[in-house]
């Protein structure tokens, strides 16, 4: 399958992800890398919560496909609680912008006298194998895993999931209905995550634009 994704360029790929192409290499260069990177263990996460098998090592853009399962939201997200991560992604770029554009809005309506702002994303697409994903568009729009305001019943589904091994759920896109969205719950069906694009969400007062910066080519 390919699909997209939008990630702030706040955060920086993880590199060290993309330096190796197996989990014995990954260890030893992050044994070495430990020694004098005081920062590494901030940059690379909590891998503790991804076993090394699960991580794509060799494919291009592995840290991309890693970094939501070392770097987990506290806060949680749609199916998750906060205990673990979720690599989210859309069928096209224009679901993947309405998704991030929504929480975007959620979140800096609470920030008091934010007047303007601009905000810069990367866009990225990935290539993945559905095999173990359970299927939640046949589940009516109404019912509460769909909910536009709580996420109660969807983190139930998602930690029954993992519970039960499954690599993610498809799902029907609340933020751009009609369209579909993926949850994965491990990045070991991601074979590339590629960046394509760069965008940027402008602020005053509310979500007002979105542009297209650029494409990358190659």
């Known amino acids: 399958m390919r699909a997209y994704r939008l990630v702030n360029s706040k955060f920086p790929p993880i590199a060290i992800f993309d330096d190796v192409a197996s989990a014995d290499e990954f260890e030893a260069l992050y044994a070495l890398q430990a020694l004098t990177n005081p920062r590494l263990a901030n940059q690379v996460g ?16 592995c840290s991309y496909a890693a970094a939501p399962f070392t770097h987990v939201n506290p806060d949680g997200s749609r199916f998750s609680d906060g205990s673990f991560g979720v690599l989210y992604l859309a ?26 702002e601009r905000f810069v994303f990367r866009g990225l697409t990935a290539r993945f194998g559905e095999q173990g994903v359970l299927d939640a568009l046949q589940v009516p729009p109404q019912d509460p895993i769909y909910s536009p305001t709580s996420y109660t019943a969807a983190r139930v589904l998602g930690r029954d999931a993992l519970r039960a091994g499954a690599s993610g759920v498809r799902y029907g896109s609340v933020r751009q209905p009609g369209a ?39």
């Open 46 to 61: 909590r891998l503790e919560l991804v076993p090394r098998a699960d991580i794509p090592f060799g494919i291009p853009g």
């Open 91 to 116: 069928d096209c770029m224009e679901t993947a912008i309405a998704e991030v554009r929504f929480h975007q809005q959620s979140y800096w309506s609470r920030v008091p006298d934010l007047r303007y």
């Open 180 to 218: 579909t969205c993926w949850g994965l719950l491990t990045p070991r069906q991601v074979t590339s995550v590629v960046q394509t694009g760069h965008y940027e969400m402008i602020w005053c007062g509310e979500i007002a634009a979105v542009h297209k910066l650029s494409t990358r080519v190659g």
